[in-house]
């Protein structure tokens, strides 16, 4: 369905209104929800594999050309099909959002201060180029960060045994940065009831949330998928204004 974007993002990633692949999924864990988003995106984009090759030779050698004009460095480093092969063939590396501060923190591009944000200590909130800093330089492949601080994300992700890391996750793309978000969602209402107090959500706004836990609920999970970042990798255009029919960015709502 349709979703809207209340920071006022001006990337090539970003509009104001987009598309999103929203399940919600019953009796399934975190573990379950990571599995379900990564054999999505398998399938979809080996069906693209499998049915549109025309499409796709036309858009790689169009990649190819522009990149003749590019610097070495700013060359794709991959043909567009052997990326796309390379995602469908290969497993997603799992790491936790701990680990994965520790990396940055002792990272080159961090120690020589080149990061526009530099990550000092545990429960920073990451930006883009830490995000792709992990997938494109240190793994060289798609990576799903895992348990993430809890006051960095939603009241209703579920609180894990520590106290302090929810049941998040995020799936980061070369290119591309976060192309997956999602959670466990918090089933217990009195855990529910305490982290609403502690940021400050009022209960009489959302008493009809809280009621989807009182009556009895069931561990479930969910992830939102955004469609037109989806197809701006599979296609290997760089703007994402180019791969919707009308680009709403912010500042723009005569379109």
Same mark, same amino acid.
């Given at each position: 369905?349709? +979703?809207?974007?209340?920071?006022?993002?001006?990337?090539?990633?970003?509009?104001?209104?987009?598309?999103?692949?929203?399940?919600? /999924?019953?009796?399934?864990? =975190?573990?379950?929800?990571?599995?379900?988003?990564? *054999?999505?995106?398998?399938?979809?984009?080996?069906?693209?594999?499998?049915?549109?090759? *025309?499409?796709?030779?036309? #858009?790689?050698?169009?990649?190819?050309?522009?990149?003749?004009?590019?610097? &070495?460095?700013?060359?794709? @480093?991959?043909?567009?099909?052997?990326?796309?092969? %390379?995602?469908?063939?290969?497993?997603?590396?799992?790491?936790?959002? +701990?680990?994965?501060?520790?990396?940055?923190?002792?990272?080159? @591009?961090?120690?020589?201060?080149? %990061?526009?944000?530099?990550?000092?200590?545990?429960?920073?909130?990451? &930006?883009?180029?830490?995000?792709?800093? #992990? /997938?494109?330089?240190?793994?060289?492949?798609?990576?799903? =960060?895992?348990?993430?601080?809890?006051?960095?994300?939603?009241?209703?992700?579920?609180?894990?045994?520590?106290?302090?890391? /929810?049941?998040?996750?995020?799936?980061?793309?070369?290119?591309?940065?976060?192309?997956?978000?999602?959670?466990?969602?918090?089933?217990? =209402?009195?855990?529910?009831?305490?982290?609403?107090?502690?940021?400050?959500? *009022?209960?009489?706004?959302?008493?009809?949330?809280?009621?989807?836990?009182?009556?009895?609920?069931?561990?479930?999970?969910?992830?939102?998928?955004? %469609?037109?970042?989806?197809?701006?990798?599979?296609?290997?255009?760089?703007?994402?204004?180019? /791969?919707? @029919?009308?680009?709403? +960015?912010?500042?723009?709502?005569? %379109?």
């Amino acid at each position: 369905g349709p +979703t809207f974007r209340a920071e006022n993002s001006n990337t090539s990633r970003h509009l104001a209104e987009f598309w999103m692949i929203e399940p919600e /999924v019953a009796f399934c864990d =975190l573990d379950g929800n990571m599995d379900l988003a990564e *054999d999505f995106i398998k399938h979809v984009i080996n069906h693209v594999l499998d049915n549109c090759d *025309d499409d796709l030779a036309f #858009l790689e050698n169009r990649v190819i050309q522009e990149d003749k004009s590019k610097p &070495q460095a700013e060359r794709a @480093p991959m043909a567009l099909r052997e990326k796309l092969r %390379f995602i469908v063939d290969n497993n997603f590396k799992r790491v936790s959002y +701990t680990e994965a501060i520790d990396i940055l923190k002792n990272s080159k @591009p961090n120690k020589k201060k080149k %990061f526009n944000y530099i990550i000092e200590e545990w429960g920073a909130d990451l &930006q883009s180029e830490h995000e792709r800093y #992990l /997938v494109e330089k240190h793994f060289k492949c798609p990576v799903i =960060l895992f348990d993430y601080p809890a006051n960095i994300k939603a009241f209703y992700m579920r609180l894990n045994e520590d106290g302090k890391t /929810v049941r998040a996750m995020d799936i980061l793309f070369p290119g591309i940065g976060e192309i997956v978000g999602g959670s466990q969602r918090e089933e217990r =209402l009195d855990v529910l009831q305490t982290k609403m107090k502690e940021l400050g959500v *009022d209960e009489k706004e959302l008493w009809w949330y809280l009621d989807t836990r009182r009556f009895g609920t069931c561990v479930h999970s969910g992830f939102g998928l955004g %469609f037109e970042r989806l197809v701006l990798f599979a296609t290997g255009m760089t703007n994402i204004r180019d /791969v919707i @029919p009308y680009p709403r +960015t912010p500042k723009s709502a005569e %379109f």
